[in-house]
């Protein structure tokens, strides 16, 4: 049996700015779990940059630790690895987000292209 990986990239999550919209964008997230289940992909690996911003805030990062949180469920590992946003932003709000769920996050930093 052949073991098949993800590999994710710049998510990028985000709350609007907008003071009005009260919108939160998961990103590309919803659909990487999605098509992750669908196909029986054995892990996932995310290169960083999960979310837009430095510091994200709690809803965003409410709403991806809800959408991983699937991927736990199905068994299916996620690991993050540190991206930009990850070792340079408000760091508290993305390990809360990680640490409630499914996410495996390592030690190592990616910087640039990968």
Do not use: C, W
């Not at 809800?66 to 930009?84: C, H, N, S, W, Y």
């Amino acid at each position: 049996m052949v073991e098949t990986l993800l590999h994710v990239s710049d998510s990028m999550a985000f709350a609007s700015s907008d003071a009005e919209d009260d919108s939160i964008d998961l990103g590309g997230i919803p659909i990487v779990v999605q098509r992750v289940i669908d196909r029986d992909v054995d892990a996932v690996v995310n290169t960083g940059n999960l979310f837009r911003s430095l510091s994200p805030g709690e809803e965003p990062a409410e709403g991806v630790r809800r959408t991983v949180e699937q991927l736990d469920d199905a068994d299916i590992p996620f690991v993050l690895l540190k991206g930009t946003r990850e070792t340079t932003g408000e760091s508290d709000v993305i390990d809360a987000a990680v640490r409630r769920s499914a996410v495996t996050k390592t030690g190592i930093v990616v910087y640039g292209k990968v």
